[in-house]
């Protein structure tokens, strides 16, 4: 199988969007912690019983920035879902006028990321900084899946696309996805950077995502296209940032 270096990087990025992007705070409305709670405790009654530990299951930007304590991570499938861009960010990694995409578990097909064992003793307590993230822009819900490692199964709480959100985009062609992550960026990035993390995480824990792969490529030469186009000198050649790893479906 032939190898497939990362086309996307960070300087590339960088010369697409030079200057940076102002927050706006009314372009998405988060929902307090008061607001939350009750999702939150719903969602532990609804765990399963027997459930041993407390897992999440991260197949984005909870891979490359999880932002809680854990005791264990473990790479595995998830069956049922598959990992899309079907998310808008009209904040964060887009603006309202350019919105950017961020991924979602979309039904159908399988997953590979990565399962952590939170650590602490209160479910409520250990979760709420996840599910504040997650859960505060009303973009995902939650489920509780079997993740299958090669250490057994794990039960873990994940987020997947919330299909009734005004933020869900269907089912979009990988060249309209492309498009969207090239342009779109917010005051904390580019939503290309994003899929860079993203795609770079996944490449190191040995997952290659097909959606991934294509996508960082389709967005690559429409960043170079914006930077040339902007008069930014173009970068010259270098080794991929990123590993090279054998490329194998998911």
């Not at 090669?150 to 005004?166: I, K, Y």
């Not at 995502?209 to 296209?225: I, K, N």
Request: glycine share 10%; proline share 8%; net charge neutral.
């Amino acid at each position: 199988m032939p190898k497939r270096p990362l086309s996307l990087s960070l300087d590339l990025i960088a010369r697409a969007h030079p200057d940076p992007v102002r927050d706006d705070p009314g372009a998405l409305t988060l929902l307090t912690d008061d607001e939350l709670e009750p999702g939150l405790a719903q969602a532990l009654t609804r765990r399963p019983s027997g459930a041993e530990g407390l897992w999440v299951f991260g197949y984005g930007s909870l891979i490359w920035q999880p932002e809680f304590t854990f005791t264990e991570r473990r790479t595995g499938t998830v069956r049922g879902y598959h990992r899309r861009f079907c998310l808008l960010q009209r904040r964060f990694r887009g603006s309202t006028e350019r919105p950017g995409l961020v991924l979602g578990l979309d039904r159908g097909g399988l997953c590979r990321g990565v399962a952590f064992r939170l650590a602490g003793d209160d479910p409520h307590v250990t979760l709420l900084p996840v599910w504040r993230r997650e859960m505060r822009g009303n973009g995902y819900a939650s489920r509780w899946v079997v993740v299958e490692t090669a250490d057994g199964p794990v039960t873990a709480l994940t987020f997947v696309v919330n299909r009734a959100s005004d933020r869900y985009t269907g089912r979009l062609t990988e060249p309209e996805i492309a498009d969207r992550i090239a342009t779109g960026a917010g005051h904390l990035g580019p939503s290309a950077e994003y899929l860079f993390r993203t795609a770079e995480a996944c490449a190191r824990e040995g997952i290659l995502d097909e959606h991934l792969w294509t996508l960082q490529a389709l967005v690559a030469e429409r960043l170079d296209a914006m930077a040339q186009a902007d008069g930014a000198p173009q970068a010259p050649s270098r080794p991929a940032a990123s590993p090279s790893p054998q490329f194998t479906s998911t």
